[in-house]
């Protein structure tokens, strides 16, 4: 069975950067779409980044305003989440999220589509 384990969270000021990581164990990455969501409280979980088995294609929120760097390192089995100039509006639980296909260029950004999620990791941006 696939576990997603994320790390890389924390608090920082708005403006500043984090990397946010996911390692899959159980199987190979290069097998998975991969993604990343987040849920504030209050509200429903969205999609912010997504990136195909190949890691050619990737798909990126519309209201990153281009802050968010989805990446792979398939032989660490990792997913990556850069963010910069953050802002206080990107507080929330980011996950982790993998799902199989047999496609190798796909992308998904939909919750419904991923059947693998992490605890999350929690990111805190004060103004």
């Known amino acids: 069975q696939v576990q997603l384990v994320e790390s890389g969270g924390g608090s920082v000021q708005a403006g500043g950067s984090l990397r946010l990581s996911c390692k899959l164990s159980g199987d190979t990455s290069s097998r998975y779409v991969m993604g990343w969501f987040r849920q504030a409280p209050g509200k429903e979980r969205e999609f912010v980044a997504a990136i195909s088995r190949s890691g050619e294609n990737t798909a990126l929120v519309d209201s990153g305003g281009g802050r968010f760097t989805i990446s792979k390192d398939t032989a660490r089995n990792m997913v990556y989440l850069q963010m910069i100039s953050l802002k206080p509006e990107d507080t929330a639980v980011y996950y982790c999220?993998?799902?199989?296909?047999?496609?190798?260029?796909?992308?998904?950004?939909?919750?419904?589509?991923?059947?693998?999620w992490g605890q999350g990791t929690q990111v805190t941006v004060s103004s």
């Open positions: 999220a993998a799902d199989y296909s047999d496609r190798t260029t796909i992308t998904k950004i939909f919750p419904d589509d991923y059947h693998n």
